[in-house]
Nanobody
Framework: QVQLVESGGGLVQAGGSLRLSCAASGRTFTSYAMGWFRQAPGKEREIVASISWSGGSIYVADSVKGRFTISRDNSKNTVYLQMNSLKPEDTAVYYC???????????????WGQGTQVTVSS
């Protein structure tokens, strides 16, 4: 059974940083893309960032470009989201996702994490 376990969310002041981690288990993820979505209250879920198995294909949403960085460690089946210069509008539940075989995470990934709350205070 595939499991995605997220960690690293919390409360931070505007301008601060957080690092989210997501560890995947339960199968082999070779050639699978990993990524992060977020959903703010009253809004639709949106993709934040995606990274291919090799790391050679990376997508970052315009709203977080230059502030958020996605990376992965295939030896640990783990994807990270480094979030810097956080803004109140980044407040959301952040979800890890795994999709594939693919270079990018689609809108309906094969696997989802349970979500982790990120709250940015002004």
């Amino acid at each position: 059974q595939v499991q995605l376990v997220e960690s690293g969310g919390g409360l931070v002041q505007a301008g601060g940083s957080l690092r989210l981690s997501c560890a995947a288990s339960g199968r082999t993820f070779t050639s699978y893309a990993m990524g992060w979505f977020r959903q703010a209250p009253g809004k639709e879920r949106e993709i934040v960032a995606s990274i291919s198995w090799s790391g050679g294909s990376i997508y970052v949403a315009d709203s977080v470009k230059g502030r958020f960085t996605i990376s992965r460690d295939n030896s640990k089946n783990t994807v990270y989201l480094q979030m810097n210069s956080l803004k109140p509008e980044d407040t959301a539940v952040y979800y890890c996702a795994v999709d594939g075989p693919s270079r990018t995470v689609g809108n309906t990934p094969d696997y989802w994490g349970q979500g982790t709350q990120v709250t940015v205070s002004s």
